[in-house]
C-alpha cells in the first residue's frame, strides 16, 4: 500500500468514526432525558462546559496561555465576541434545541434527520448573504430535501407540533453559524475555536437552564447515566471534533460533509438497538430523501473529474 493509498484509508476511517460517535450522541442524549429524566439544558451545559475545559485546559499546558487567547485580526475582543457568538448559535442554539426536542418526544432518530437538514437551509442562506450562487442540482437537492421532511412529518401526526419545528430551529442555527464563520477568518487554530465555542455554548446553556427553572442532582444518575454522560463528553464531543478536523485536514470540507449523511443512518441504527425505537416507514423514506439531497447539495463534479 503506497503513500497516496494509506491516506485515503487514513481518511476513510476517520471520517466513519467521526459519524458514528456524530451519530451516538442522539440515542445516548436521549437516553439520558428520557429514562434519566435529565433537564435538557442542563445536560448540554454538563457536557460542553466540561469538554470545552478539558480541550482548553489540554492546549494551555501544551502551548500556553498565548496560543489558548482566540483573536481575530489579532484582536483579542473580536476574538472573544466571535467564539462567544459561535457557541450561541451552534452549541446553546443548535444541541440546546435539539436536546428540547428529545424531551418534547421527538425520537432521536428524528432528530437526526431533521438536524443534518442544516446543509439543505445553508444553501438558501449562502446564495442570499454569502452569493454563492445556487445551481440547479441544489436546487433540486433542495426540493428533494423539503420532499424529505415533509414525509418524515406529514405521514405522522403525532410528530407535528413543537418538537418537530424546535428540532428544524436547531437546523437553522447550525446553517447560521456556517455563515458567521465563513464571514470572518480565526486567527487560531481550529482547536481553539472548538473549546470556547463548547465552553461558552455549555456556560449560555447553563444560564439558560436556571432562567427554565430546571433542577437535577447528578448523583441521581445510576450505572449507565454515568456511563453515557461521559460519552457524551468524550466521544461524542471531544472525539468527534478532533477526528472531524482530521478528515477537513485529509480531504477538505466538500467531500467530508458530504460523508455526514451517516449521521442519521448510525444514529437510527443506535436508536433501534438501544432504545428500541421503531424503524418505520415514513422515516425510512423521508430519510432515505433526506440523505440522497444532502449527498447532492455536496456534489462537486470537479472534484469528482479530478
Given at each position: 500500500m503506497n503513500l497516496h493509498q494509506r491516506s485515503y484509508l487514513y481518511f476513510?476511517?476517520?471520517i466513519i468514526l467521526t459519524t458514528i460517535c456524530m451519530g451516538s450522541s442522539f440515542p445516548t442524549g436521549k437516553y439520558l432525558i428520557?429514562?434519566?429524566?435529565?433537564p435538557p439544558m442542563l445536560l448540554g451545559g454538563w457536557r460542553f462546559t466540561i469538554a470545552g475545559f478539558i480541550i482548553l485546559l489540554v492546549l494551555f499546558l501544551k502551548r500556553g496561555v498565548k496560543y489558548v487567547l482566540?483573536?481575530?485580526?489579532?484582536?483579542?475582543?473580536?476574538g472573544f465576541i466571535f467564539?462567544?457568538?459561535?457557541g450561541l448559535l451552534q452549541t446553546a442554539g443548535t444541541m440546546g434545541l435539539l436536546n428540547i426536542a428529545m424531551s418534547l418526544g421527538v425520537s432521536s432518530s428524528m432528530s437526526a434527520v431533521l438536524l443534518f437538514t442544516n446543509s439543505l437551509w445553508l444553501a438558501v442562506l449562502a446564495h442570499f448573504i454569502l452569493k454563492e450562487r445556487l445551481t440547479m442540482i441544489k436546487v433540486v437537492a433542495l426540493v428533494i430535501g423539503v420532499i424529505g421532511v415533509t414525509i418524515c412529518l406529514g405521514l405522522d401526526r403525532s410528530l407535528l407540533g413543537w418538537g418537530a419545528c424546535v428540532a428544524l430551529l436547531g437546523s437553522l442555527c447550525w446553517s447560521c453559524n456556517t455563515v458567521v464563520t465563513k464571514q470572518f477568518k480565526f486567527d487560531k487554530g481550529a482547536w481553539v475555536l472548538t473549546g470556547w465555542q463548547l465552553l461558552f455554548g455549555g456556560i449560555i446553556m447553563f444560564l439558560i437552564s436556571q432562567l427554565l427553572g430546571e433542577r437535577y442532582h447528578i448523583?441521581?444518575?445510576n450505572g449507565w447515566g454515568w456511563v453515557w454522560f461521559w460519552w457524551l463528553v468524550f466521544p461524542a464531543s471531544i472525539g468527534s471534533f478532533g477526528l472531524w478536523f482530521s478528515s477537513l485536514n485529509l480531504r477538505g470540507a466538500t467531500i467530508s460533509s458530504s460523508f455526514l449523511f451517516l449521521v442519521p443512518l448510525f444514529s437510527t441504527i443506535f436508536s433501534i438497538i438501544g432504545l428500541g425505537e421503531p424503524f418505520t416507514l415514513h422515516i425510512?423514506?423521508?430519510?432515505l430523501c433526506v440523505v440522497v439531497a444532502l449527498i447532492a447539495i455536496n456534489y462537486s463534479p470537479h472534484h469528482l473529474s479530478n
Open positions: 476513510y476511517i476517520c428520557s429514562i434519566e429524566h435529565v482566540p483573536s481575530i485580526d489579532h484582536n483579542s475582543y473580536k467564539v462567544a457568538t459561535i448523583g441521581q444518575l425510512m423514506i423521508g430519510g
